[in-house]
């Protein structure tokens, strides 16, 4: 049988330094290519970048380096490494703490989604052997004090070695790091390592802030109160849908052909998303901070929107297929209807957008009071963009059926996705036409808004997350399509036709929540007409009044 020979522990954490760069960094060495072009003195800029990360791997492995911890540590480096370097190779993504939220705050339904053969592959090549090799070498360590000595030394000889490369290259090293903030968060173990931790003191910081009530003042104008019927707002958030892809928003291709044909609605052209996943744009989008001053950790212990909504007197209710509201509904009525079983509408563990309309007939016809009704949908999420429609709406063929994009043509990802939006499509129209044939007893309205969109292989990127100031426009441009019944403008007093006018103004998720606030008139200290897109097309008995300035954007 085959022996391994006794090595000394600094063979082994070099050796491991020098699999780690080379192992799991493919992306990282691709993409500095990219950036240095490859040739003379940029190829001595990432030859010294190599050395430096070389050093700085090996210095902390080996401060790392005791008897009981090297092994189990370089074990754990290898296998959660391999599952980072498949996702990263695959869908271009970087790794902060945002992206660390994302896996955390998954569901089981999405993370399927993303397995594949390939990650296997990846998991065994780059983990499972190299731990059996760890794990089988016999390491022998020094008495303790030479062990000391040994680990000072080797220190050293890293912390000169890092000083000598960074003096002689200084310049153009830094930069390089100066002008590609996105190279840190590409470096493997280093980013998954810094986001957990980026992540763990998020939540610490949650756990210590108090719980802060939000809008305490809020009621509604009494004159719209007491109005004759009642009101619905469905308020629809969409997931993963980019307004570049949008027939009505001036999309080639017509993925939007019964939204299109619907009289009244108005979609606006420049909308931005306050983040590029859902853990931060959907609690973002609820909240009253705004994308620049949004901390997760604040909006945790915080009331949002729905809050205010509640307090001021209307009904509000969440229903959910997707991954949860995480946490701005968590203090009104939630039904999760992603584990129906429907036979038509749900199938390999997830059910179709239009199980979110099932019972709204239903639900408008039990009515008490003024609602507000969310509808958190499937949407558009990747990677596996086929099983987000039914057979009937694969209008554009052929489409990638794998959730390993790299092996599909960018055509058919694209086609699949669009089907996707076709199918958004059907679902809106389906509710705009059940709300407008309730109208003579409620006045309804429609708002629709994506968390964010998506990215579909435009610098080698796919899907989102990407942090917000390295994502392309793709992830942070978002669909806003709006409806209002005709007695909903003549009892909340706005005017579509007037929106009309105002439909390429820039807006952002940060306008959501005060122009919730501004068009179910709730009067709170809390609201900004500033940030209302609804004011300036609000008047008495429907007199709007045309806006005559932009609303501010946070970008």
């Known amino acids: 049988m085959f022996k391994i020979k006794p090595v000394r522990p600094e063979f082994v954490t070099l050796a491991a330094s020098l699999f780690l760069l080379v192992g799991f960094n493919t992306p990282l060495w691709t993409h500095l290519a990219s950036i240095t072009g490859g040739e003379g003195a940029s190829t001595q800029l990432a030859w010294a970048f190599a050395v430096l990360l070389l ?64 990650l296997w592959v990846y998991i065994l090549g780059l983990g499972v052997l190299p731990c059996a090799l760890v794990w ?79 809008g305490e003042d809020a009621v509604r104008a009494v004159n719209v109160s007491n109005h ?19 027939g009505v928003l001036g999309y080639g291709r017509d993925t939007t052909p019964q939204l299109t044909a619907e009289q009244g609605l108005v979609s606006f052209t420049d909308v931005h998303s306050c983040g590029t996943e859902t853990a931060v744009s959907v ?66 563990s997830e059910c179709r957008d239009e199980i979110l309309l099932q019972g709204l007939q239903a639900f408008i016809d039990h009515m008490s009071k003024d609602t507000v009704l969310v509808l958190h949908q499937m949407g558009s999420h990747g990677p596996e963009y086929y099983k987000r429609y039914p057979q009937a709406f694969e209008h554009f063929t052929p489409v990638c059926k794998s959730n390993a994009l790299d092996a599909c ?14 199918y958004t499509d059907h679902v809106l129209a389906r509710l705009i036409d059940t709300l407008r044939n309730n109208q003579d007893h409620v006045a309804s309205a429609m708002i629709y808004l994506s968390d964010h969109g998506e990215s579909l292989g435009e610098y080698n990127v796919f899907l989102h997350g990407t942090p917000y100031m390295l994502a392309p426009d793709q992830q942070k441009h978002v669909p806003l399509l709006v409806w209002f019944s005709d007695s909903y403008q003549r009892a909340l007093a706005v005017d579509s036709r007037c929106l009309q006018r105002t439909r390429n103004a820039p807006l952002s998720q940060d306008n959501l929540f005060h122009s919730m606030l501004g068009l179910l008139n709730v009067q709170t200290r809390v609201y900004n007409s500033a940030l209302d897109m609804f004011a300036g097309c609000k008047g008495v008995n429907g007199n709007a009044l045309v806006a005559t300035k932009q609303m501010p954007v946070e970008r």
Request: glycine fraction near 6%; hydrophobic fraction near 45%.
């Open 136 to 214: 089988k070498t016999p390491i022998v360590y020094r008495r303790p004090h030479r062990e000391v000595l040994s680990k000072l030394l080797i220190g050293t000889g890293c912390a000169g070695i890092i000083a000598t490369v960074a003096l002689l290259d200084y310049q153009g090293l830094s930069s390089l790091l100066r002008n590609h903030h996105e190279l840190r968060l590409m470096v493997v173990p280093s980013n998954y390592i810094g986001a957990s931790i980026g992540y763990a003191r998020e939540q610490v910081s949650t756990a210590q802030h108090p719980f802060v009530p939000l």
């Open 228 to 246: 004759a019927s009642k009101s619905l707002t469905v308020l629809v958030v969409g997931e993963s849908a980019r307004a570049e892809n949008f």
């Open 409 to 422: 043509s960018r055509e058919s990802i694209v086609n699949a996705y669009d089907n996707t939006v076709r």
């Open 55 to 118: 050093c700085v791997f090996n210095f902390v492995l080996t401060m790392l380096a005791f008897p009981k911890l090297l092994k189990p540590l370089l074990m754990v480096l290898f296998l959660v490494s391999a599952c980072v370097a498949y996702f990263m190779g695959q869908y271009g993504i970087v790794v902060d703490a945002g992206m660390f939220r994302n896996l955390v705050e998954t569901n089981v339904t999405e993370v399927e989604g993303l397995l594949s053969p390939l």
């Open 283 to 348: 609690p973002c989008m609820f909240s009253n901070m705004g994308r620049k001053q949004y901390k997760a950790a604040i909006a945790k212990n915080q009331e949002g929107l729905l809050d205010v909504l509640k307090r001021a007197g209307l009904d509000v209710v969440w229903w959910d297929n997707q991954s949860g509201c995480k946490g701005t509904c968590d203090r009104v009525t939630l039904l999760d209807v992603s584990h129906e079983k429907d036979p038509t509408l749900c199938a390999d």
